[in-house]
Structures are given as structure tokens and as C-alpha cells.
């Protein structure tokens, strides 16, 4: 780990997949994409759903305009492409994270240093963000929380499609959470497993530390970091602030 000279930060930014919450992710989608497609059976076929249903997402992941939020541009491209209305595809989304999403936990578990992470922040009086990419309804996210062991209640802002309006790795994603939580940037310090998507907050001036238990590399970027190093080592240097 890099040991620059140390900032005071004022707020704590940690992403969840990966970082505060071990999962498998390649078997989470897949298991989440089969479930929720099948929900939609007799109403558009699995392979098109699917197809849509990604479409959709990497629309939302795009979508640069401040005055929609994730979720309404997920679901202005995804109606139309599924060729049902929102009142018809709503009801059948929350029915599907309410009854089968919970079964996806066997893909999760508690990640050792995570609940110290939380307790850490709270005892310092430091701001903490869940900083999990919002391309997920807010329930789906709060089960994900829990499966980690935590709760909402742990955290100042959580960030969730219907609340935010750009996704990771949009650095616009990072300023609106700096925003929200009325702290400059810089004072900021974004934690996460994603080489692009949570060191991309390097780009509008936040501090980054590479939390590599469950490292998340990507093919041809460069990466560049303040610190790096294991859940453990991110708790170790959180308990040193003041
Ligand atoms: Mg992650």
C-alpha cells in the first residue's frame, strides 16, 4: 500500500459489490438475468428479454442528461423494446425482487472487515456513502446490503437508480454524490474493487484506494491509485484518521 502523506477526509465513499460484499459476481448475473426473464414468460421470449434488458441497461449506464433519473431512462428505453407499457412491467419487476430475488443471497456473503468498516466511520463521525453503482432498484441494493451484514441505517446516502441520475463510470457519478452529501471532492475518498468504475472518481479530484480482495481488472485502461490493498488494510487505514 501506498502511504502518502495522510488527508483528512470529510466523507467515506465504498462501493458494495466486491468490496463490502463478497459475491460471485459472473454466477450473481447469471442466476439474476435467468430469474428475472422468467418472470416475463408468456409475455416476451427469454432470449429477447435478455437482449432488452441489456440494451436497456448500457442506455441507462450512457444516459448524460441531469434531468432523468436511472431508472426513468432504463425504463423509456425498456418498455418500448419489451413492447409492454410500465403498468404492466412494473408490478411483474416487483414481484420478482420481492419473492425471487432474495434466493440470489446464495451468491453473496459477509465480507470479514466490513462491519468494522461501518463502525469505524460512525465512531470518527465520517460520512459514509454506499457508493454501489445505481443501475438497481433500491430494493434490490438493500438486500445486497444486507447479505453483506449491514443495514441502510449505516450509511448517509445510499445510491439507487430511482435517486440518482448517471451511473458508474461516469465521473458525473461521483459529483452528484459530493453534491448530495455537501462536500467538495477532494475530501472525499472513494473505496472500491472496480479498476475503472471506482477509480474513475480520480477524475473530478476524489482520493481512490483499490480495495483488491475480489480486484476487478479491466482490459486496456490504465489504472492509478492513492492506495491499495485489502478490506483489511482499508479498515487499518480508516481507523488512522482523526
Ligand atoms: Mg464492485
Redesign the pocket.
Known sequence: MIDKNKKQYEALLV?????LLNIDLDSFILAYVDALSSRFTGLVEKENFIRHLFTATALMVENSDPAVNNEKAFYEVFCPLIGQPLENIKPIIDHFYKNDFPALSCWGSEQKAAKAVVETAKAKKIPLVLATNPIFPSTATLQRLAWAGLKAEDFDLITTMETMHFCKPNPQYYLEVAGKIGCPPESCLMA???TL??LVAAEVGMDTFLVDDCI?LRSGIKYVYDYRGSLEDYLAFIRTLD
Open positions: 462501493d458494495l459489490d466486491g468490496t472500491g474493487n472496480d468504475e471506482d476487478l
